[in-house]
């Protein structure tokens, strides 16, 4: 099972951007995806995830400005972020949790990041 994130750069504060994450790898069913950040000298933090019938939840400090949502059927997970501020500069991680495939059950699988910058 991978996890690819795409869709981070560089913008200026109050800009938005719009990530994505393909899950691949016969998958049959995801239980929580979710996106996690960490931004430099600080720990990962949750930002925002969704169950498979999603409901959602968000950290305090992005809620209301991002939206997290999920395709099923495509095994992809999203997340439009809205009045970026420099504070939510961090590289951004796709995390899936309770995937099962065709052979395997993996209890979480995470992606290699992309980087969001946003400039002041």
């Known amino acids: 099972v991978q996890l690819v994130e795409s869709g981070g750069g560089l913008v200026q504060a109050g800009e938005s951007l719009r990530l994505s994450c393909e899950a691949s790898?016969?998958?049959?069913?995801?239980?929580?995806m979710g996106w996690y950040r960490q931004a430099p000298g600080k720990q990962r933090e949750l930002v925002a995830h969704?169950?498979?019938?999603?409901?959602?939840n968000y950290a305090d400090s992005v809620r209301g400005r991002f939206t997290v949502s999920r395709d099923n059927a495509e095994n992809m997970l999203y997340l439009q972020m809205s009045s970026l501020k420099p504070e939510d500069t961090a590289v951004y991680y796709c995390?899936?949790?309770?995937?099962?495939?065709?052979?395997?059950?993996?209890?979480?699988?995470w992606g290699q990041g992309t980087l969001v910058t946003v400039s002041s």
């Open positions: 790898g016969s998958i049959v069913s995801i239980g929580i």
């Open positions: 995390n899936a949790v309770a995937v099962r495939t065709r052979t395997s059950f993996y209890s979480a699988r």
């Open positions: 969704v169950t498979s019938s999603g409901n959602t």
